[in-house]
């Protein structure tokens, strides 16, 4: 297995962008994505500045990460926002990745940032503040397992709440498909707390019934159920 931090470290920042370019995974089904987070991990401002114009899909994602990683600091919070709704969905991905790394060192600036996230109307920051929190290995204590659900909970009334005209616009459905998983990882970390909370919504509604469904096919919930 490759050590890419190590490897990033070796070369001059000069050299990172033919690192990466030969070594995205891309064009291709899966993108690099050890890579993306060693980057995340590693580059510093000099290597943001150096790589921050670059346009390929690859380097904005690995880019995107970095700033999810240091979210703790206000300049690299708002270039996460900013990647949050991008058009490209890997580079979405990219900001929900880093800002799971913020969470292994700083879960605490992890709740703070999705909690304001998940108010946004804009739908792709919603799913960030989802992605990024439903990870097991981050809802390891009641604390955060509850950020977790209050997180769902309120991405899904607020997903409830849209006008029906807008319910099939492509970055609500991408909000629902996060929602679709997030709830089974949210309870499964505290049935105690979840469960109920995912038992009481209201599936009158024909996106939330979709979402419940969706969820109660994970085996880590429906072995809960």
């Known amino acids: 297995m490759t050590d890419w931090q190590a490897r990033l470290r070796q070369l001059p920042v000069e050299e990172w962008a033919t690192l990466l370019d030969a070594n995205s995974g891309l064009p291709g089904p899966r993108a690099n994505t050890a890579l993306a987070a060693a980057f995340a991990v590693v580059a510093d401002e000099s290597a943001l500045l150096a790589l921050g114009t670059r346009d390929d899909e690859f380097t904005a994602m690995c880019v995107a990460a970095a700033h999810g990683a240091h979210a703790d600091e206000n300049e690299h919070v708002a270039a996460a926002l900013h990647g949050a709704s991008d058009d490209r969905w890997r580079?979405?991905?990219?900001?929900?990745?880093?800002?799971?790394?913020?969470?292994?060192?700083?879960?605490?600036?992890?709740?703070?940032?999705?909690?304001?996230?998940?108010?946004?109307?804009?739908?792709?920051?919603?799913?960030?503040?989802?992605?990024?929190?439903?990870?097991?290995?981050?809802?390891?204590?009641?604390?955060?397992?509850a950020v977790a659900v209050r997180v769902c909970a309120?991405?899904?009334?607020?997903?409830?709440?849209?006008?029906?005209?807008?319910?099939?616009?492509?970055?609500?459905?991408?909000?629902?498909q996060a929602l679709g998983y997030g709830w089974s990882v949210a309870v499964a970390a505290d049935p105690a707390v979840g469960l109920p909370a995912f038992l009481g919504l209201d599936t009158s509604d024909a996106d939330v019934a979709r979402?419940?469904?969706?969820?109660?096919?994970?085996?880590?919930?429906?072995?809960?159920?």
């Open 91 to 145: 580079v979405r991905e990219g900001v929900a990745m880093g800002l799971q790394l913020l969470g292994d060192r700083d879960v605490d600036r992890l709740a703070d940032i999705v909690s304001e996230w998940v108010e946004s109307e804009d739908p792709l920051v919603q799913r960030a503040a989802v992605a990024a929190i439903c990870e097991p290995r981050l809802l390891r204590s009641p604390a955060s397992a």
């Open 211 to 225: 979402i419940v469904a969706e969820n109660r096919k994970k085996k880590r919930l429906s072995a809960l159920l």
């Open 154 to 176: 309120r991405a899904t009334a607020l997903l409830a709440g849209r006008p029906a005209a807008v319910r099939r616009d492509a970055d609500v459905r991408t909000l629902r």
